[in-house]
Nanobody, 122 residues
Framework: QVQLVESGGGLVQAGGSLRLSCAAS????????MGWYRQAPGKQRELVADINSIGNTNYVDFVKGRFAISRDNAKNTVYLQMNRLKPEDTAVYYCNLRAFLSYTGNAYSDYWGQGTQVTVSS
């Protein structure tokens, strides 16, 4: 079983910064992708950014140049540094771990954190 514990959300003014952290524990396969998703009220959950176990990153367009994802494999922790925050970034942010079951196959298990609220005031 894998558990994800997020921290770092809160209330910030537009233009400010926040750093989210997500620590994973349990049986984690070495080939995995850790990422951040967000869900605003009335909207679907959407990908923000992810990073695989060798450090390759992926960002959606609306956060490029403002957010940075990183990870510490020794600590099984992923971070999301959010800069120049906008009111439209307000959402619950969820940590995700996609653990692939083998080195070459596509089968995986998805795990989710409980979510952390980020509120950006104008």
């Amino acid at each position: 079983q894998v558990q994800l514990v997020e921290s770092g959300g809160g209330l910030v003014q537009a233009g400010g910064s926040l750093r989210l952290s997500c620590a994973a524990s349990g049986s984690i396969t070495s080939r995995n992708v850790m990422g951040w998703y967000r869900q605003a009220p009335g909207k679907q959950r959407e990908l923000v950014a992810d990073i695989n176990s060798i450090g390759n990153t992926n960002y959606v367009d609306f956060v490029k140049g403002r957010f940075a994802i990183s990870r510490d494999n020794a600590k099984n922790t992923v971070y999301l540094q959010m800069n120049r925050l906008k009111p439209e970034d307000t959402a619950v942010y969820y940590c995700n771990l996609r653990a692939f079951l083998s080195y070459t196959g596509n089968a995986y298990s998805d795990y989710w954190g409980q979510g952390t609220q980020v509120t950006v005031s104008s």
